[in-house]
């Protein structure tokens, strides 16, 4: 069975930083392309970041880029989201997920932390 925790969500003032950790079981996490998503009350879920299986090519949404950083640990299974110069509008719920390889869809998902931002 598979399962993707994600912990590390809080409430935290404008312009700080934060980390979110995934924890990956059950599933060969080195095969996975893993991503972070986010969702926002009373919008839809949007991409954040991901990291490729094989050669750690790193996308990021043009919103979050040169304050968030995505890494990974294979030896852990774990995939990490630190996100710096955090604004109100990165308040969200904010999901983990995996794609074996290079498939279209993610499969697997996380249930999710909640991350809020207060200005």
């Known amino acids: 069975q598979v399962q993707l925790v994600e912990s590390g969500g809080r409430l935290v003032e404008a312009g700080g930083s934060l980390r979110l950790s995934c924890a990956g079981s059950g599933l060969t996490f080195s095969s996975y392309t893993m991503g972070w998503f986010r969702q926002a009350p009373g919008k839809e879920r949007e991409f954040v970041a991901n990291?490729?299986?094989?050669?750690?090519?790193?996308v990021y949404a043009d919103s979050v880029k040169g304050r968030f950083a995505i890494s990974r640990d294979n030896a852990k299974s774990t995939v990490s989201l630190q996100m710096n110069s955090l604004k109100s509008e990165d308040t969200a719920v904010y999901y983990c997920?995996?794609?074996?390889?290079?498939?279209?869809?993610?499969?697997?998902w996380g249930q999710g932390t909640q991350v809020t931002v207060s200005s």
């Open positions: 990291i490729h299986w094989f050669d750690g090519m790193i």
């Open positions: 997920a995996a794609r074996y390889r290079d498939a279209t869809k993610y499969r697997y």
